[in-house]
């Protein structure tokens, strides 16, 4: 038996507090659509032990051996084994907030050069100590640029990923902020520079897009600087290895999902966010930022710096009202960095670059299978397939052992389905996935055999 300390007075007195007649109110807030809706297949009674077992024998159902090629800003690069063994030292593992520089000497440094690398991948000269994510680090971005123009504007790209659209709009609803979508060129699946609206603060880029896609940043730059407005670019970081930095073209705030750096898939989470800026916006920066100082015997120490305490404790003054940070994700990605190094870094993308290239030309041999734009690459693109229901070939792919996907949910490549390779891959693997795409496309009554397929160019 189980002890459980609550009595029905206890749960009733509890409930009064808060103003709910029962325990189910207390989840009222939570869409239908994300509930079960009936009670869980568990005999009534079962300790928790039992439970535990019941939950292990499901878990083991799962299938952990299929070969990943998703994508959609989770990817699955090696890890290193000194990445987890250097931030499981208790040092890092159980460090909070430094508040106390004189004690916390060893955290603030190793968060000051994780601010480094994040300014030498963005080519930007500051940066925060890090975000949660990196949906919610491209509103903050936001905020911070219709603070410093005084706009409230927004312009974002439609091949922008969708989960951080969403969030943009989220933040922006409260404050009436105008949120406007510019589609992407069906053909090139690039995000054209047009004409902005008089009230943009922003206009916001990924590279590469939501489709694999490089964007010409350079020309986004020139266009949002012509209107006044700030060019914020949600980079993958692991493209620096090849391409130019969005600072060194003209961003005026880069952030991102720091998943490929040292993160792991682990499920979905956690991860973190980075944000870097030009350094007349440093004032506004959300979160925590360290700084290098001496102390008065001249010796060389990390404090942090430049928070404006109305995050903390003047809401309505505040541009951002994140007060912390993913210190334990982020010192992971200092590690992983510092482990890869700039070369590291370069061979990486060129082997996600070549291993693409080859993919994109093995499945677009496939009769059925075709890329949905033709602009340039690197590790990851968008295939058409024959199907009347994408999600029906992802699913039989993944029991057939390999994982694709996402599926585009909008704009002109909807339908469409993300093929990512990243270092990890091999030829064997592409050939294997080429393969198992032919059947799950015959099986699934594909009719397209003979249609030339499209070639990619990498970038």
Not at 19 to 40: E, K, M, N, Q
Not at 243 to 255: F, M
Not at 277 to 295: A, K, N, W
Not at 391 to 398: D, E, M, S
């Amino acid at each position: 038996m189980e002890f459980s300390p609550h009595t029905a007075d206890d749960l009733e007195a509890m409930l009064a507090v808060v103003g709910v007649t029962d325990l189910d109110a207390l989840f009222d807030h939570i869409p239908p659509t994300s509930r079960l809706g009936r009670p869980l297949d568990l005999a009534a009674g079962l300790t928790e032990d039992e439970v535990l077992g019941r939950m292990g024998r499901l878990a083991a159902a799962n299938r952990t051996d299929a070969v990943c090629f998703a994508g959609g800003g989770a990817y699955d690069h090696v890890v290193p084994s000194v990445v987890g063994a250097l931030v499981s030292r208790g040092e890092l593992l159980t460090a909070y907030t430094p508040y106390q520089p004189e004690v916390s000497q060893g955290m603030l440094q190793a968060l000051f050069e994780y601010q480094t690398v994040i300014c030498e991948l963005t080519g930007l000269p500051v940066a925060n100590a890090s975000l949660y994510d990196g949906g919610s680090a491209v509103a903050e971005a936001v905020s911070m640029a219709c603070a410093a123009t005084r706009r409230n504007g927004v312009v974002l790209s439609g091949a922008l990923d969708a989960p951080s659209r969403r969030i943009v709009r989220t933040y922006g609803h409260p404050l009436g902020r105008a949120v406007a979508e510019v589609a992407c060129d069906p053909a090139s699946g690039r995000t054209p520079v047009t004409a902005l609206p008089a009230d943009s603060a922003a206009v916001v880029v990924a590279q590469p897009n939501a489709l694999g896609v490089v964007e010409d940043v350079r020309a986004h730059a020139e266009g949002a600087h012509a209107a006044g407005a700030k060019l914020i670019v949600k980079l993958e970081p692991t493209a620096v290895g090849l391409l130019a930095t969005p600072g060194s073209q003209g961003a005026d705030l880069v952030v991102g999902e720091g998943q490929p750096l040292g993160q792991g898939l682990q499920f979905g989470g956690p991860t973190f966010g980075f944000l870097a800026c030009t350094g007349d916006q440093v004032r506004r920066l959300p979160g925590r930022i360290v700084g290098e100082t001496v102390d008065h015997r001249g010796t060389r120490g990390y404090v942090m710096t430049l928070r404006a305490r109305e995050q903390d404790i003047r809401r309505e003054r505040a541009t951002s009202n994140i007060c912390t940070n993913q210190t334990l994700n982020a010192v992971a990605a200092l590690i992983y960095l510092t482990w890869l190094g700039p070369q590291g870094l370069r061979d990486l993308a060129r082997n996600c670059l070549v291993l693409a290239r080859y993919a994109a030309e093995r499945l677009t041999a496939v009769d059925g299978v075709e890329l949905a734009v033709d602009g340039p690459f690197l590790k990851e693109f968008a295939v058409r397939l024959d199907v009347a229901d994408p999600h029906a070939a992802v699913g039989a792919l993944h029991e057939a052992g390999y994982l694709i996907g996402p599926v585009v949910g909008d704009g002109p490549a909807a339908g469409a389905v993300m093929v990512a390779t990243t270092e990890r891959r091999t030829r064997a693997e592409i050939d294997g996935l080429a393969e198992a795409l032919r059947g799950v496309l015959r099986e699934l009554g594909s009719g397209l055999a003979g249609v030339g397929a499209s070639r990619g160019r990498g970038a």
